[in-house]
């Protein structure tokens, strides 16, 4: 599991959402720590002279936190890792190691956050090209449970398909799980038959699902149905498409962050 932390976030509730989650059993935490930092890796050396002058009042702020972060761990006999990213593009040094990590968990993303260190566009790109699933926050989450009452939005696409996987060690762990589709019918394997509710049973997990008509305005349904079934989590793929040499979000994609109140757990 890997967290993306930004000088300006607020630690103490960030470590509380992972406390929740070294708890359900995860097996090693890495913390990656960010400072604004020019593109060109040849200024590393001078930068993190620079760096390390500069943010010194921040110091004691993360050292309350890294000391947070590894007690947890200790307690629950997780690893835990601490690094902090110098001389390097954020989202450069971030995705290099998204290859070793089998959970990303991201803040939500707002216009403040471009100059404290993640850039614009940041979780999206980290997300597209991971290819590691990602657990992301939302600003306002202020819950006690991540993952008791489980949404799985389904559409039966490979990245719908790559969430549900993702999302099997939360769901096994959960008291409900629902499945909703809008659709004219649910989703299923095109010869056996098999829809989500059915391959979910094969791992033990029993689901109630929720079909609906198609839409045009998919975040908004999904926020309805959130506040309806009081769900903590949201399972769902994620689509994108690329623009500018980039990698952005989808219109759907990119709504149902914006306007979810709760955690949503995403594949690409």
């Known amino acids: 599991m890997i967290r993306q932390q930004s000088p300006d976030n607020q630690l103490p509730q960030g470590v509380d959402h992972i406390n929740r989650l070294v708890e359900s059993g995860f097996a090693m935490v890495e913390e990656l720590l960010f400072n604004p930092t020019p593109e060109h890796g040849m200024l590393r050396d001078a930068v993190r002279r620079l760096v390390e002058q500069e943010v010194e009042p921040q110091a004691i702020e993360h050292d309350f936190e890294r000391s947070r972060l590894r007690g947890l761990c200790d307690q629950n006999g997780a690893g835990f890792t601490w690094c902090e990213i110098f001389g390097d593009t954020v989202r450069h040094g971030f995705l ?18 471009e100059t404290s260190g993640a850039p614009a566009g940041f979780v999206e790109s980290v997300i597209l090209e991971s290819g590691v699933p990602a657990l992301v926050i939302p600003c306002s989450h202020g819950r006690e449970t991540i993952g008791q009452r489980m949404l799985l939005a389904w559409d039966g696409s490979p990245p719908s398909a790559r969430a549900m996987r993702a999302a099997l060690p939360f769901m096994a762990h959960a008291a409900e799980v629902h499945v909703a589709t809008w659709a004219a019918h649910v989703p299923t394997a095109p010869y056996s038959g098999v829809d989500a509710s059915a391959w979910l049973n094969r791992h033990g997990i029993a689901s109630q699902v929720h079909q609906r008509g198609p839409t045009h305005h998919l975040a908004n349904e999904l926020a309805s149905m959130v506040a309806r079934l009081d769900a903590d989590l949201v399972v769902m793929g ?31």
């Open 96 to 113: 290099a190691e998204t290859a070793y990590v089998d959970l990303l968990i991201l803040g939500q993303q707002t216009k403040a956050d």
């Open 238 to 268: 994620c689509y994108g498409h690329s623009r500018l040499r980039e990698r952005v979000f989808g219109g759907a994609t990119r709504a149902s962050l914006a306007s979810l109140p709760v955690p949503v757990l995403m594949a690409h």
